[in-house]
């Protein structure tokens, strides 16, 4: 009798879980957690996966890049345009290492990744195996959670964790490290998403009179202005932002990864604080009353010198991590929370407004930068082209369409500056850390993500040659990507710091350049370069029209700088326009 | 905010995880901050691990670390107390030569005094062993070095607050 019990329960179990290897069930639980494309580069010890996407390649896409880092930037590039979860795969050792850059950028950012990497066989770990190096102790300090698996029956549980850590709360990069017997193994496999983990938080309980103290304040302000950051984006909170901001009649900036989440013509958007940011909302930062930021963290890059940052005013903080709560800035009131939920509850709170003498005064400073920069980055007479017209004709041709993936380093800015925003996640850019070389697989992914949106990529001529070898990845993916390099011939931003600090003593920043029309022909990419002003246009326009990916060279100004500029340690309302 | 330093106890509770340990001290040397003393252990909680960190640092930063601990997804809460907050002891041994037992008469003296523990006597060596606050461990310290010693070993605070931490509590509510 007991007997027949046991056999009945083995065949109710063998209903649920069927048994598989360990590195099955990894392409399965990708399945199950919604995942069609990852990004990485197979080795020995990831191999075992590699033979199962192989069987499933109906089923799930993985996109070869050049280099694991490619990997990560195309996933990282996915998962800004998409909001979903992007995965990168890599095998152990060297490619588990050139991972790291991407997991930072991710976690700086807060970029929800998953990244999987193959492991020397458990039997061989900590005896300086070939490839082996210690993933989980190098992406401790870069990762929001990793996680070693020796066993394949761990396979389930922890790839569920793993998504669902890395897309809650607020996002970030997890690693999974698998060993090569973990991925050989087979075991019963059954599949359940993680719903909540106990330890874990992702968002704090939102307190009512923290709302209501918001409210009060914001509704007595007279020159109230709100900083929002990626936070807006992250919860998809863009309807309830401005639904805020257009009844209590803020003027509002944005940070870098703050961008696109309101149109840049919406006219309470006042443009982008920091070191070259918009003239008005960095000078006013230091005479509003109140400051309302929401969803961003007060970077060192957005608030220069702390010690004179918007010292006149109370501030609110609307945050999801309470880490960063008075971690630079100390808050009058912070409401801890899901942007969306709390700026949905703090509506009905507020008082119509209008403040149009405040607004004006963002108006009247507008001005004056238009007069002293943005004219001559726009318009041109001198000889040279400028990035700032690139950009322009750019919006001409797109009419704000596209989305724009940039580089790091003075075209970056200029692109953050001038690129029109029309649709929210429009401005994929590595931000907090600063990545040169992030533009090209970024936005692969990203056009992989969103196929029937323009991406155009904004690269200079040194990030580019940091990764320029995904060309491959394009050519081999016919992804359509647009691959705009506005070339110098210079590292621009730190030849500009040079010129500014460093009494122009350029070192090692003016740069050889190869041909890169030969270059990105030789992938059999369409390429043209530009150097006169009068062919700008009709290049920008072929280029917009083409439906292959198209690489467009654009010969810039060999000196130009990026101005207005707030100088290291100095304050926001110093910024100067030349 | 008080921008003196001054020591503060941590005490983290934890999930029982390889690799927190890591991810935990990294919070610490990314700041630049000295660990005087750490020590890992079971807690009253099943399953659950508490740390024990003793540092020296401004209440300011002391506040930020602690927001950037209790990010970490396998950590349940982290406080921070100070001296007057917590009971705490540390516990020390000493390796002597059991000759200087016999001929310095001295040495019993400072044994019943300091309320040390004789752990073990061999012809050779005997071995002390004394719980307490630092400077007891640091008197007797000084004390017998004088006489010679063989090996010394200290280890890191260990402390219990006055104050109710309600780990239990808090884990009830995580699953609610």
């Given at each position: 009798?007991?007997?027949?019990?046991?056999?009945?329960?083995?065949?109710?179990?063998?209903?649920?879980?069927?048994?598989?290897?360990?590195?099955?069930?990894?392409?399965?639980?990708?399945?199950a957690e919604g995942v069609d494309i990852l990004y990485g580069y197979p080795g020995g010890a990831i191999m075992p996966v590699y033979d199962e996407l192989y069987k499933y390649q109906d089923k799930i896409h993985h996109v070869l890049t050049r280099h694991e880092q490619g990997a990560t930037h195309a996933a990282q590039g996915y998962a800004r345009i998409s909001g979903k979860v992007g995965v990168a795969m890599a095998t152990s050792g060297p490619g588990a290492t050139n991972l790291v850059t991407g997991i930072a950028d991710a976690q700086i950012d807060s970029t929800p990744m998953v990244c999987i990497t193959g492991q020397v066989g458990s039997h061989l770990l900590g005896t300086d195996a070939f490839q082996e190096t210690d993933i989980i102790g190098i992406s401790t300090p870069v990762t929001k959670w990793n996680h070693q698996v020796t066993k394949a029956s761990e396979i389930?549980?922890?790839?569920?964790?793993?998504?669902?850590?890395?897309?809650?709360?607020?996002?970030?990069?997890?690693?999974?490290?698998?060993t090569k017997d973990a991925q050989f193994e087979e075991f019963d496999f059954k599949y359940e998403k993680c719903t909540g983990i106990r330890s874990y938080i992702p968002i704090p309980k939102t307190d009512v009179a923290t709302l209501e103290a918001a409210a009060k304040l914001i509704n007595e302000a007279k020159k109230p202005l709100v900083v929002w950051g990626q936070g807006i984006i992250l919860s998809e909170a863009e309807a309830e932002f401005k639904a805020v901001i257009e009844k209590a009649g803020i003027p509002s900036a944005w940070t870098i990864l703050g961008a696109s989440a309101i149109p840049t013509s919406h006219p309470l958007n006042i443009g982008m604080v920091g070191m070259h940011g918009n003239y008005a909302p960095n000078v006013l930062t230091n005479q509003c009353d109140v400051l309302i930021a929401i969803g961003m963290r007060f970077d060192d890059r957005v608030t220069g010198n702390l010690e004179t940052y918007a010292k006149q005013a109370k501030v609110i903080h609307f945050e999801i991590d309470p880490a960063e709560v008075d971690k630079n800035v100390k808050t009058e009131v912070a409401v801890l929370g899901d942007a969306k939920a709390s700026l949905k509850a703090l509506l009905p709170l507020l008082n119509e407004n209008l403040h149009t003498e405040w607004l004006q005064k963002f108006k009247d400073l507008y001005k004056i930068e238009v007069e002293k920069v943005i004219n001559g980055d726009l318009n041109p007479t001198k000889e040279g082209l400028t990035m700032g017209e690139v950009l322009k004709e750019i919006n001409n041709q797109s009419k704000g369409k596209a989305a724009i993936v940039s580089d790091v380093g003075q075209h970056q800015m200029i692109a953050c500056r001038y690129?029109?925003?029309?649709?929210?996640?429009?401005?994929?850019?590595?931000?907090?850390?600063?990545?040169?070389?992030?533009?090209?697989?970024?936005?692969?992914?990203?056009?992989?993500?969103?196929?029937?949106?323009?991406?155009?990529?904004?690269?200079?001529?040194?990030?580019y040659q940091m990764t320029i070898q995904e060309l491959g990845t394009i050519f081999q993916t016919k992804v359509p990507v647009k691959i705009v390099v506005l070339n110098n011939d210079f590292l621009g931003m730190v030849r500009q710091w040079q010129q500014l600090f460093f009494d122009k003593r350029y070192a090692s920043t003016e740069i050889q350049n190869p041909n890169f029309v030969a270059i990105a022909e030789g992938y059999y990419i369409k390429a043209k370069k530009v150097t006169k002003r009068e062919d700008l246009a009709a290049a920008v326009k072929e280029m917009m029209d083409c439906k292959e990916a198209y690489f467009l060279e654009v010969s810039v100004e060999k000196e130009g700088n990026v101005f207005p500029m707030i100088p290291t340690g100095a304050s926001v309302s110093d910024i100067r326009l030349s | 905010m008080s921008q003196e330093k001054q020591l503060y106890t941590v005490s983290v509770y934890t999930e029982n995880n390889i690799g927190l340990l890591n991810r935990i001290s990294a919070i610490f040397q990314r700041r630049h901050i000295n660990?005087?003393?750490?020590?890992?252990?079971?807690?009253?909680?099943?399953?659950?691990?508490?740390?024990?960190?003793?540092?020296?640092?401004?209440?300011?930063?002391?506040?930020?670390?602690?927001?950037?601990?209790?990010?970490?997804?396998?950590?349940?809460?982290?406080?921070?107390?100070?001296?007057?907050?917590?009971?705490?002891?540390?516990?020390?041994?000493?390796?002597?030569?059991?000759?200087?037992?016999?001929?310095?008469?001295?040495?019993?003296?400072?044994?019943?005094?300091?309320?040390?523990?004789?752990?073990?006597?061999?012809?050779?060596?005997?071995?002390?062993?004394?719980?307490?606050?630092?400077?007891?461990?640091?008197?007797?310290?000084?004390?017998?070095?004088?006489?010679?010693?063989?090996?010394?070993?200290?280890?890191?605070?260990?402390?219990?607050?006055?104050?109710?931490?309600?780990?239990?509590?808090?884990?009830?509510?995580?699953?609610?």
């Open positions: 009798m007991k007997e027949t019990q046991t056999i009945e329960k083995k065949d109710i179990k063998k209903q649920v879980t069927e048994r598989i290897s360990g590195s099955e069930a990894v392409v399965r639980c990708l399945l389930p549980e922890v790839l569920a964790k793993a998504f669902y850590i890395a897309k809650s709360g607020r996002p970030g990069p997890v690693l999974i490290d698998i690129a029109e925003f029309n649709e929210t996640k429009s401005n994929i850019t590595s931000g907090g850390l600063g990545t040169m070389g992030f533009a090209l697989p970024a936005a692969i992914g990203a056009k992989m993500a969103a196929p029937d949106r323009d991406v155009v990529a904004i690269i200079g001529d040194g990030g | 660990i005087e003393s750490i020590n890992s252990s079971v807690s009253e909680i099943e399953g659950v691990s508490r740390f024990t960190i003793l540092v020296r640092i401004t209440e300011e930063q002391m506040k930020k670390i602690i927001g950037q601990i209790e990010k970490q997804v396998e950590v349940i809460k982290a406080f921070y107390h100070t001296d007057d907050e917590t009971i705490y002891q540390e516990s020390c041994l000493f390796k002597v030569k059991s000759d200087l037992l016999f001929n310095e008469r001295q040495i019993q003296n400072i044994i019943k005094e300091s309320n040390a523990r004789i752990v073990t006597v061999n012809k050779e060596f005997f071995v002390l062993e004394k719980s307490g606050r630092k400077s007891e461990i640091e008197l007797l310290h000084r004390e017998l070095s004088v006489f010679g010693i063989l090996q010394f070993t200290r280890s890191g605070r260990i402390s219990v607050t006055k104050e109710p931490m309600e780990i239990s509590k808090m884990l009830k509510a995580f699953q609610q």
